[in-house]
């Protein structure tokens, strides 16, 4: 089934068109046709951009994109694997206090009778029998889910978020373009559009009166929690995973809202409730904002080859699990449906709709159809379910007049055969609005997405604006976000003081210090963030140190030196191949460094970093995201200066982000389990590294080597004063409690995060993964450096091989199959 998130992202921008609209007017009229109070606004906001800017209105785009890129905002098209930077323009769509009032309410109602219609199909399907609504209709849409019939929601909420797509027309006129109720695609960047211009823009929003989006967060939460069964419940929000196209805004709210975010392998169904698997063990889970596609939700009772659902959720549903939106509630998005919703507003509410749709014509109706016939090239043709029909295999929107003659033949062929397959839509002209383009303002035409929420007490709250899509080569004639397209905050402007319409008073918040869920999964990524961002670390540190000791013994034909043991190490940790020993020194650093092809080496590990990172958007801080997503250092292959400079940006980078994290995360388990995968890493490294460079026997060079790779050559020669020699080196890098990237120092890290973590056992003993770990910190502290023996290294790395399995099979999810990570190959 189609991706919801491809309504707003998708790869191809002309093959669409839900509205048209003529190129944009010349700059000397943009703000022409504003009147009255809302033209002060429209000029003082252009003056306000003209005076952050220093008057160079082009430099402004520029520095809103860095804003962007420092938030870490984000989109996929589809068919992407890399994400794009979010495109934002600095102009925001400007709409008056009481227009809005007028859209608001619209909405409002609108919202009301979409949830009337949904109760009624899932219920008594009293508008079905009366005739006010085909079965076919209901039947043919992809979303209809017959699990769903009879089975009510808590509170009989099957709605609790939607949103809109709304164009306004020359005249001023709005309408209802599309109805989304399955997933609110595009909520969360429209918050985070505004939190960028607010870092952009100082407090331009603030002065010219524009109202906040706190409040409309903080409902959509208290409606969340309203219907659940107890008093403190528990909320998550449901994700496919960060492959989907709007992952980071999942993740983004998330963390604004203070959500769990979870994926179906998170989950588990026991004696019907949700729980969520955490390392404390199940957690029970009383309400969800799901953002999968109903029939991937459940594999038992939807689609069976869904590997992102969770088993049995319908049957916690039918024990009163709060699910928002309630599954099958897409049944109303077909294109076939807006044309019964001004009959069904009279029948259900008595009222006619305040917000008027699009003109559509559903062709399973005589006279309607006879109506798209007669004026076909005045229409847009779609298919009714949004499937592939005969004339439109793709499923998407066609211009009656831009078809060929054999086009139109073949869905003329294919509405006589199957008519109540196909809709009809009239074309739509868009009012524009000035947007800010190559250092100028100019007209652009708009669409715009608004949100509505269910608050505590069942109401419906509108977001106040939502942001508004406009295109950047003047046509907008897609629903999509494609590529060249902007997308725009919107501002609601009310005419008194900001400080006269301030927010309501919110009540008063219980005080906690706990860290909230930490679901397995999510310990899992952070463990392993901090293991492979320590290889790379120390990677880069072996590749510096292979250049740096290569210079002076180039010409030596003979001998096992520093620079060999080096090079074997990196060999050893999958940063070269094993061709690579017939290589020259340079060489194999450039390729360590810089080779995606070769596991180990630091630009495949720092991917891989980066893609645990994007799993865990919702618990990094904004700073060590900004440092994780640096981009990686330039050099020239053939200088070795270059790659001891890039090897350098690399050590101070990862620096950077264990400082940012130390400093940034709460020191609660998720931040244990990033440093616990660090220390593991560096001390499995300390002993690698050490078996390679000191087999028994070393020379100077090569302890000086080793030195160097733990950074303590300086603390060496300060508490010795002489050359190293084997002993007092191994001392130092193995023993020493004190010495911070030393084995024995890790060891007591590692102690002290396992002590640390939640109990899993009832009997009150130390966990196994605790117990080894107490074990091996005992080895060490008994051992005499002038004992060590390559013996003594090699059951070190087994005990620390076991404990890594240990923490694994007592904290993360085990499931066959699931986990990537390679568990002790990274320790061999």
Not at 389 to 407: C, K, N, Q, W
Not at 591 to 619: I, K, N, Y
Request: aromatic residues 6%.
């Amino acid at each position: 089934m189609a991706d919801p998130a491809a309504d707003l992202f998708g790869p191809d921008p002309a093959s669409d068109p839900l509205a048209h609209y003529s190129p944009a007017e010349p700059q000397a009229d943009v703000f022409r046709a504003a009147q009255g109070p809302i033209a002060d606004a429209w000029r003082n906001l252009a003056a306000g951009l003209a005076l952050q800017s220093q008057g160079d209105l082009a430099g402004l785009q520029h520095y809103i994109d860095r804003q962007v890129e420092d938030l870490g905002l984000a989109f996929r098209v589809a068919g992407d694997e890399e994400e794009r930077p979010w495109p934002l323009n600095p102009m925001p769509l400007v709409i008056s206090a009481a227009e809005w009032s007028g859209i608001e309410a619209g909405l409002a109602q609108r919202a009301e009778l979409l949830e009337r219609v949904i109760a009624d199909i899932y219920g008594p399907q009293d508008l079905i029998r009366g005739g006010h609504l085909p079965a076919v209709v209901v039947s043919g849409s992809p979303h209809f889910a017959r699990r769903m019939v009879g089975l009510e929601p808590p509170g009989g909420r099957h709605l609790n978020v939607c949103s809109f797509d709304l164009a306004r027309g020359p005249d001023g006129e709005w309408r209802v373009l599309t109805d989304r109720v399955r997933l609110p695609v595009g909520i969360g960047y429209a918050l985070e559009n505004r939190l960028a211009l607010m870092r952009s823009t100082g407090g331009l929003a603030g002065r010219l009166g524009a109202r906040s989006h706190a409040s409309f967060f903080e409902a959509l939460r208290r409606g969340l929690a309203a219907n659940c069964q107890r008093a403190d419940p528990r909320l998550a929000l449901l994700t496919p995973g960060r492959f989907n196209q709007s992952y980071p805004e999942q993740a983004y709210l998330a963390r604004y809202m203070g959500l769990a975010l979870v994926e179906g392998r998170d989950l588990a169904v026991r004696d019907g409730r949700l729980f969520v698997r955490t390392i404390a063990g199940l957690k029970r889970i009383d309400g969800l904002w799901r953002w999968i596609n109903a029939r991937d939700i459940d594999p038992l009772h939807f689609d069976a080859r869904s590997r992102i659902g969770v088993p049995n959720l319908i049957s916690a549903c039918e024990q009163g699990l709060v699910l928002a939106n309630w599954p099958g509630v897409g049944v109303v998005e077909t294109r076939a449906m807006p044309a019964f919703l001004p009959r069904l507003a009279r029948e259900l509410l008595g009222e006619p709709l305040a917000l008027p749709n699009v003109a559509t014509w559903w062709c399973g109706g005589e006279a309607e159809r006879k109506r798209v016939l007669d004026n076909f090239d005045k229409l847009v043709v779609s298919s009714a379910f949004k499937q592939q029909v005969a004339g439109l295999e793709d499923g998407r929107t066609r211009v009656g007049a831009s078809m060929s003659p054999d086009e139109r033949a073949a869905i003329m062929a294919g509405i006589a055969r199957r008519p109540m397959d196909y809709t009809a839509q009239e074309i739509v002209h868009l009012s524009t609005t000035p947007a800010l383009a190559d250092g100028h303002f100019e007209a652009r035409g708009f669409t715009l997405r608004a949100f509505l929420v269910r608050d505590g007490d069942g109401r419906w709250v509108a977001m106040p604006g939502g942001f508004a899509r406009i295109s950047k080569s003047g046509e907008l004639r897609t629903s999509l976000m494609g590529l060249g397209d902007h997308s725009v905050d919107v501002w609601v402007i009310d005419p008194e003081p900001p400080e006269s319409h301030a927010e309501a008073a919110l009540p008063a918040t219980a005080i906690r210090r706990e860290e909230g869920l930490l679901p397995a999964q999510a310990a899992d990524n952070l463990y392993w963030i901090g293991r492979y961002g320590e290889r790379l670390n120390q990677t880069a540190r072996a590749i510096r140190a292979l250049v740096s000791h290569s210079a002076g013994v180039m010409a030596r034909a003979e001998g096992v030196t520093a620079t060999t043991r080096l090079a074997n190490l990196l060999r050893r940790w999958n940063a070269a191949p094993p061709a690579s020993i017939k290589w020259q020194p340079i060489r194999l650093a450039a390729t360590a460094l810089d080779e995606r092809a070769q596991p180990g080496s630091v630009r495949q590990l720092t991917g891989m970093t980066h893609d645990l990172a994007l799993l865990l958007r919702d618990r990094l801080t904004r700073d060590t995201w900004r440092a994780i997503n640096r981009p990686f250092p330039s050099f020239d292959a053939e200088d070795a200066d270059e790659l001891v400079d890039a090897c350098d940006l690399i050590v101070e980078r990862q620096a950077a982000v264990a400082r940012l994290a130390s400093d940034g995360m709460s020191h609660t388990a998720g931040w244990r389990f990033l440093d616990l995968g660090m220390a593991l890493e560096r001390a499995s490294l300390a002993l690698q590294a050490v078996r390679e460079l000191v087999p028994g026997k070393a020379s100077g060079e090569d302890l000086s080597a080793l030195l160097d790779l733990f950074d303590c050559l300086g603390l060496y020669r300060s508490r010795y004063l002489a050359i190293p020699t084997i002993a007092p080196v191994l001392d130092m890098v193995l023993l020493d409690p004190l010495q911070p990237r030393g084995f024995a120092y890790q060891l007591a890290v590692i102690d002290r995060h396992l002590a640390a973590l939640p109990p899993l056992r009832d009997d009150g003993l130390p966990e196994t993964a605790h117990l080894l770990a107490r074990n091996l910190v005992a080895s060490v502290e008994a051992q005499a450096a002038q004992e060590i023996v390559p013996a003594t290294l090699d059951g070190w790395l087994g005990q620390l091989a076991g404990l890594s399995d240990a923490i694994s099979r007592s904290y993360f999810l085990q499931q066959e199959g699931q986990d990537s990570k390679p568990p002790t190959s990274f320790l061999a």
